[in-house]
């Protein structure tokens, strides 16, 4: 090796030291944020959490409910929707051209008819084939539309929903009864909220039953488990430590919560990205920097939203490039709101964060480890000084994750068992040792593919699906009412909140 690129990669081995180290302090400091502001959430939500007289004020809502070829869980997912405990709001499930029995089974289960309806086509869209409405469910209504992407899907629900707020959810999903509420308190809370997200977990080892999560278990194989380990780090550590500087990036597609008329005016959910929800939360940024209102995008840490995730390395190789690919979409539009004083902490934290450690850390991290090992195979660097960064590395990886099992344990307690937390904690260390590495390298041929190929298509990202958490096909007798929980406490209140949500628009 000549003299020069021995150099090089000297220089290079203290610019990867120096990555670490901000990296490090970077993630330490949104962990303090991260324990403090959940720390202040449960001391704030310790008392019973909705008072007699809230659902009064709890504004109406609908559910979006995409689907594709969900011919598995589309119809748990539904049951699970119904069961909310919510005192008024609507399901809209968008049939996006499937092509197996997604649309025959939502039909048989709920005694769809297909129902003549008016909708004002707000956003383009992909051409809609029919409208179906269920007799025995009112809230529950299906658009069935020609394929066009999942975005092209969620903005054909946008223009059929008939309330200010809009829900959008997987069609994998279940939600806990009191979910909905949770996350659309926010909205109560100030006025000025434009959106809000809760937390997603892995269903993977869980028992669901007519929509019901009857039991709440840990993944029995590997790869899902150490994505519980992900989504915790991920929610818990990540988001929660953005959500106080009002610099959230990211509302999870999965479960997340938008005021109708400002996603409305950014143009709806783009359909050339493969990463929509993140890039309407960036546009909704800089629609309202840029007018200078007042608003808020708000994460909660205890709306739980259940979801199915990869259980092979192919499904989770498409996932993370798929991902990785939609980060760069959403980030790069919006590059020039980085160092404006109009985009505040967008621009001057949550831009520069987001592309130096996510975007471009794939590649970083990557380059770093070859370095390493090649100045340590050409006897550049002492043996000691290569066990040193693999040891600084790996421990902060393992630290990270630990502090996220830390926080849910200090919180919310989803895995309260001894034998749970062992279990966590094992995966937590495991992980580093191969997965961690995999996903990087998976994350960074979704960067080279995004460099070297034109705009995606906002396309599905299919996985593959085992449904092995649903323990029996929904029945008759544990079907949910087909009136909400208000109208059976109360028959009048009905007509009252209908008059007001018409007052509303």
Same mark, same amino acid.
């Given at each position: 090796m000549s003299a020069f690129l021995a150099y090089w990669l000297l220089q290079l081995q203290w610019v990867f030291f120096a990555y670490f180290i901000v990296i490090s302090v970077a993630y330490l400091a949104l962990h303090f944020i991260s324990v403090t502001t959940t720390i202040r959430y449960m001391r704030d939500n310790r008392a019973p959490y909705l008072p007699r007289i809230l659902p009064a004020y709890q504004p109406p809502i609908s559910i979006l409910i995409p689907a594709f070829n969900e011919e598995q869980s589309i119809v748990s997912t539904i049951h699970s929707v119904l069961r909310l405990d919510y005192p008024e709001f609507e399901i809209v499930v968008v049939n996006d051209g499937s092509n197996d029995e997604t649309v025959a089974r939502v039909i048989a289960a709920f005694a769809m008819v297909e129902f003549p309806e008016a909708y004002r086509q707000r956003l383009p869209t992909e051409p809609i084939r029919a409208i179906y409405a269920s007799p025995r469910f009112p809230r529950l209504r299906m658009v069935d539309k020609d394929n066009g992407g999942k975005s092209d899907a969620l903005n &054909?629900?946008?223009?059929?929903?008939?309330?200010?707020?809009?829900?959008?959810?997987? =069609?994998?999903?279940?939600?806990?009864? $009191?979910?909905?509420? !949770?996350?659309? !308190?926010?909205?109560?809370?100030d006025s000025t909220t434009v959106a809000s997200g809760g937390v997603v977990r892995v269903l993977?080892?869980? @028992?669901?039953?007519?929509?019901?999560?009857?039991?709440?278990?840990?993944?029995?194989?590997?790869?899902?488990?150490?994505?519980?380990?992900?989504?915790?780090? =991920?929610?818990? +550590? $990540?988001?929660?430590?953005?959500?106080?500087?009002?610099?959230?990036?990211?509302?999870?597609? &999965?479960?997340?919560?938008?005021?109708?008329?400002? *996603?409305?005016?950014?143009?709806?959910?783009?359909?050339?990205t493969v990463g929509e929800d993140m890039d309407l939360v960036v546009r909704l940024h800089r629609r309202l920097? !840029?007018?200078?209102?007042?608003? !808020?995008?708000?994460?909660?840490?205890?709306?739980?939203?259940?979801?199915? *995730?990869?259980?092979? *390395?192919?499904?989770?190789?498409?996932?993370?490039?798929?991902?990785q690919?939609?980060?760069?979409?959403?980030?790069?539009?919006?590059?020039?709101?980085?160092?404006? #004083?109009?985009?505040?902490?967008?621009? +001057?934290?949550?831009?520069?964060?987001?592309?130096?450690?996510?975007l471009l850390g794939p590649l970083v991290e990557v380059t770093g480890y070859v370095a390493m090992v090649t100045l340590w195979l050409l006897h550049l660097i002492p043996l000691q000084s290569f066990l040193v960064f693999l040891f600084l590395s790996i421990g902060m990886g393992i630290l990270?994750?630990?502090?996220?099992?830390?926080?849910?344990?200090?919180?919310?307690?989803?895995?309260?068992?001894?034998?749970?937390?062992?279990?966590?904690?094992?995966?937590?260390?495991i992980e580093n040792f191969g997965y #961690?590495?995999?996903? @990087?390298?998976?994350r960074l041929?979704?960067?080279?593919?995004?460099?070297?190929? $034109?705009?995606?298509?906002?396309?599905?990202? #299919?996985?593959?699906?085992?449904?092995?958490?649903?323990?029996s096909a929904p029945d008759?007798?544990?079907?949910?009412? &087909? @009136?909400?929980?208000?109208? =059976?406490?109360?028959?009048?209140?009905? $007509?009252?909140?209908?008059?007001?949500?018409?007052a509303a628009k």
């Amino acid at each position: 090796m000549s003299a020069f690129l021995a150099y090089w990669l000297l220089q290079l081995q203290w610019v990867f030291f120096a990555y670490f180290i901000v990296i490090s302090v970077a993630y330490l400091a949104l962990h303090f944020i991260s324990v403090t502001t959940t720390i202040r959430y449960m001391r704030d939500n310790r008392a019973p959490y909705l008072p007699r007289i809230l659902p009064a004020y709890q504004p109406p809502i609908s559910i979006l409910i995409p689907a594709f070829n969900e011919e598995q869980s589309i119809v748990s997912t539904i049951h699970s929707v119904l069961r909310l405990d919510y005192p008024e709001f609507e399901i809209v499930v968008v049939n996006d051209g499937s092509n197996d029995e997604t649309v025959a089974r939502v039909i048989a289960a709920f005694a769809m008819v297909e129902f003549p309806e008016a909708y004002r086509q707000r956003l383009p869209t992909e051409p809609i084939r029919a409208i179906y409405a269920s007799p025995r469910f009112p809230r529950l209504r299906m658009v069935d539309k020609d394929n066009g992407g999942k975005s092209d899907a969620l903005n &054909a629900g946008i223009n059929c929903i008939r309330y200010p707020l809009f829900c959008a959810i997987d =069609a994998d999903c279940i939600l806990n009864p $009191g979910s909905l509420a !949770r996350v659309v !308190r926010p909205f109560l809370d100030d006025s000025t909220t434009v959106a809000s997200g809760g937390v997603v977990r892995v269903l993977n080892g869980c @028992t669901v039953k007519n929509g019901f999560l009857e039991k709440v278990e840990l993944p029995r194989r590997m790869l899902p488990l150490f994505q519980s380990v992900e989504y915790l780090r =991920a929610f818990l +550590f $990540g988001r929660m430590g953005w959500s106080p500087m009002n610099a959230l990036l990211v509302i999870s597609g &999965a479960f997340g919560v938008f005021y109708k008329e400002h *996603v409305v005016a950014v143009g709806g959910y783009r359909t050339d990205t493969v990463g929509e929800d993140m890039d309407l939360v960036v546009r909704l940024h800089r629609r309202l920097r !840029r007018s200078k209102r007042p608003y !808020r995008i708000t994460f909660v840490p205890d709306p739980i939203c259940w979801t199915e *995730v990869p259980t092979d *390395v192919k499904s989770l190789m498409s996932q993370r490039i798929r991902w990785q690919r939609g980060l760069a979409e959403s980030l790069v539009p919006n590059v020039r709101m980085m160092f404006s #004083r109009r985009a505040g902490l967008i621009g +001057f934290l949550a831009l520069p964060f987001m592309i130096v450690f996510e975007l471009l850390g794939p590649l970083v991290e990557v380059t770093g480890y070859v370095a390493m090992v090649t100045l340590w195979l050409l006897h550049l660097i002492p043996l000691q000084s290569f066990l040193v960064f693999l040891f600084l590395s790996i421990g902060m990886g393992i630290l990270l994750s630990m502090n996220a099992i830390f926080l849910e344990r200090l919180s919310f307690q989803m895995y309260p068992r001894v034998g749970q937390q062992l279990i966590l904690f094992g995966a937590a260390v495991i992980e580093n040792f191969g997965y #961690r590495q995999m996903t @990087t390298l998976f994350r960074l041929v979704g960067l080279i593919k995004w460099l070297f190929s $034109g705009k995606a298509r906002s396309d599905w990202g #299919r996985i593959v699906r085992d449904g092995s958490w649903q323990r029996s096909a929904p029945d008759d007798a544990d079907e949910p009412p &087909a @009136t909400g929980i208000r109208e =059976a406490i109360d028959p009048t209140a009905t $007509g009252a909140h209908a008059a007001r949500v018409e007052a509303a628009k």
